[in-house]
């Protein structure tokens, strides 16, 4: 697969220490030294990312008793500092970064500009989507296929941690799993794989956008990605 443009799409949870709640400053810049270098490997490739906030707040887990829409703002709220995080880890790193959110923040981020962020992306920098949809009951899956979509990526780069693709079961649990390395849109969606939710899947179906799932942390991954190389399970139409 040629790749000019990604959309990396990044758990919360990578952003904190073991056991996932909070912000990890060693485990935000290790993140960051890892997308730095793949940018370095594949230096003709733009990526932007969208990051989600499970390492700081759940509305499924901590917002129980609370209005669902207003659990979700706070979710979307979270989803800006973890970005924030990230982009200082970037720029430490030594790549130029921009963070752009669906939720107004003036003083801490540019606003969501569908134009202004493809040019951040032609001049080299990475763009960090955050404030998910803007909307209340959106995913962050469903934040990243709507901005790839958006600034017309080649693929979504679906990062997992100790996971290396997609299986029929949990690995974890069962040690016979068998993995797929390549499937299509229609296949996730009849055999209820749990890739991302069904809102952000079904775009990604009707929009025929790829989508690869991948071990973020296993070394080279990320790199071997931007090259166009096969790494984890490749979903396409």
């Not at 989600?52 to 129980?64: D, K, S, T």
């Not at 969606?189 to 991302?196: A, D, G, I, T, Y």
Request: glycine share 8%.
């Amino acid at each position: 697969m040629k790749i000019q443009r990604v959309l990396l799409k990044l758990s919360g949870e990578f952003l904190a220490q073991e056991g996932g709640f909070g912000i990890s400053p060693e485990a935000t810049f290790s993140l960051a030294t890892t997308i730095a270098n793949a940018k370095k490997s594949a230096p003709n490739v733009q990526i932007a990312c969208v990051v989600g906030a499970g390492n700081l707040w759940r509305g499924a887990r901590n917002g129980v008793g609370m209005d669902a829409a207003t659990a979700d703002y706070m979710g979307m709220i979270a989803t800006n500092m973890n970005a924030l995080a990230l982009q200082d880890a970037l720029e430490r790193a030594g790549v130029p970064t921009r963070v752009q959110t669906a939720i107004q923040m003036a003083q801490i981020a540019e606003p969501y500009i569908r134009r202004r962020a493809i040019r951040h992306l032609e001049k080299d920098r990475v763009v960090i989507f955050s404030g998910g949809t803007g909307n209340p009951f959106f995913t962050t899956d469903t934040a990243a296929t709507l901005r790839a979509l958006e600034i017309g990526a080649d693929v979504v780069l679906m990062a997992k941690n100790k996971v290396d693709g997609v299986y029929d079961s949990d690995p974890r649990k069962n040690p016979a799993a068998l993995k797929f390395d390549t499937l299509s849109h229609y296949e996730v969606v009849s055999k209820r794989l749990e890739v991302m939710d069904a809102t952000a899947i079904t775009l990604c179906m009707d929009k025929r956008l790829p989508i690869v799932v991948f071990d973020m942390f296993c070394q080279g991954n990320l790199e071997k990605l931007l090259q166009g190389e096969h790494v984890g399970t490749l979903i396409q139409s």
